[in-house]
């Protein structure tokens, strides 16, 4: 059986999450929303108790069936994927120690790269601001905007 572990990323908003949770393949129809924190399960179907005795819950669900594995397929031996909202507002990852192969350090990397493109653009459409260009200068993204 394996464990979950809420990992050390956090994510403000969730729209931007969401965004940049499709780009990384899971569509918004397989991305469950829930306000008060729905119950995570293993690939087994049971609920699990890993992160809190109580069962680990999250507002962001990406149940098993959708989950990528490895191989690029979905569901098979994958546990829930979840973003917990805690008390400061914040979304964390949980993810379970056999599913962190795949969204792992490097998949929560691109997310963040992600979510962070998705945050920029938000922000930039909010002060109407128009992209010019963007590209990889080393190991940052720079994205350059002209002003209205």
């Keep these: 059986m394996s464990e979950y572990s809420k990992l050390e990323a956090q994510y403000?908003?969730?729209?931007?999450?969401?965004?940049?949770?499709?780009?990384?393949?899971?569509?918004?129809?397989?991305?469950?929303?829930h306000e008060i924190a729905a119950q995570m399960y293993d690939y087994?179907?049971?609920?699990?108790?890993?992160?809190?005795?109580?069962g680990d819950k999250a507002n962001l669900i990406i149940r098993r069936q959708n989950v990528q594995n490895a191989n690029g397929g979905r569901g098979s031996a994958t546990n829930d994927l979840g973003f917990v909202k805690e008390g400061n507002g914040?979304?964390?990852?949980?993810?379970?120690?056999?599913?962190?192969h795949k969204h792992g350090s490097k998949w929560m990397v691109d997310l963040k790269v992600k979510y962070q493109v998705a945050v920029n653009k938000k922000e930039a459409k909010r002060q109407r601001f128009v992209q010019k260009s963007s590209k990889i200068e080393g190991r940052k993204l720079v994205i350059r905007y002209l002003q209205p």
């Design 12 to 33: 403000k908003d969730k729209e931007c999450l969401l965004e940049a949770l499709a780009e990384m393949g899971y569509a918004s129809e397989q991305v469950e929303q």
């Design 44 to 54: 087994h179907g049971h609920a699990t108790h890993y992160v809190n005795a109580d």
């Design 90 to 100: 914040m979304y964390a990852p949980i993810v379970s120690d056999y599913d962190s």
